[in-house]
């Protein structure tokens, strides 16, 4: 084989290797640090509406933050199905909300731009709790139609643990973009092995002796 073929054949067997891994890698990132949930109910208008897919990546509880909308699942709740909600309070966290007044976090209105018709009580009942250590508050963007935090007032505050949570949506998707970047270049590149494999073929072929016996390509 001459010079170009052996070329031909190095730059296949490259391109293949660094595509492949650009192909399974993002694959296995996906799979393992973000997954995704359809929206089912109008509990987190105006943010999220009702058949809206929500990308949501996979965290630990101790990276739960005050506003993350959080899918978790509270097994005594909701009949087990994973709910979506916003994270109001955390663990040691006072959150209350008076009578057609605003939430306060520790004794500080939120500004709260998200809500539903701007109605961050939704109910004519007010609350008062201290969130316990590793458990968070939660509550619906549409307040008057959100089944949340507030109505389990009697089982400890109303908060889930922190572990429940399933995955944070995300907002920044620059993560999964680079993902699917990363694999439309091994895409490329995997194509870019093939032609240069059949190129190197070729030349093998063209470099052959005349009369030479030629194998089938099988």
């Known amino acids: 084989m001459g010079r170009t073929g052996?070329?031909?054949?190095?730059?296949?067997?490259?391109?293949?290797?660094i595509g492949a891994l650009l192909l399974v890698g993002p694959v296995v990132v996906f799979?393992?640090?973000?997954?995704?949930?359809?929206?089912?109910g109008s509990a987190?208008?105006?943010?999220?509406?009702?058949?809206?897919?929500?990308?949501?990546?996979?965290?630990?509880?101790?990276?739960?933050?005050?506003?993350?909308?959080?899918l978790y699942r509270e097994p005594e709740r909701?009949?087990?199905?994973?709910?979506?909600?916003r994270v109001i309070g955390v663990g040691g966290d006072q959150v209350a909300q008076q009578p057609g007044?605003?939430?306060?976090?520790?004794?500080?209105?939120?500004?709260?731009?998200?809500?539903?018709?701007g109605d961050p009580a939704g109910t004519p009942s007010g609350y008062d709790v201290v969130v316990p250590e590793g458990r968070l508050f939660v509550l619906g963007d549409f307040r008057a139609d959100a089944r949340d935090s507030r109505s389990f007032l009697d089982d400890r505050s109303g908060t889930v643990a922190s572990t429940t949570v399933l995955g944070r949506a995300l907002h920044d998707r620059g993560g999964?973009?680079?993902l699917g970047l990363a694999m439309l270049l091994g895409l490329l590149l995997a194509i870019t092995a093939l032609v240069s494999g059949i190129a190197a073929r070729g030349a093998?072929?063209?470099n052959l002796p005349t009369g030479m016996p030629v194998r089938p390509l099988t």
């Open 6 to 17: 052996q070329g031909l054949r190095r730059t296949a067997w490259a391109a293949g290797a």
């Open 31 to 40: 799979g393992t640090g973000y997954t995704a949930a359809k929206v089912s």
């Open 44 to 70: 987190m208008e105006p943010t999220y509406s009702v058949g809206d897919r929500v990308l949501l990546e996979r965290i630990d509880a101790s990276e739960v933050r005050r506003g993350d909308v959080v």
């Open 78 to 85: 909701y009949e087990g199905l994973a709910v979506l909600g």
């Open 101 to 117: 007044g605003p939430v306060t976090l520790n004794g500080s209105p939120l500004t709260e731009t998200y809500v539903k018709d």
């Open 176 to 178: 999964p973009a680079g």
């Open 204 to 206: 093998r072929m063209r």
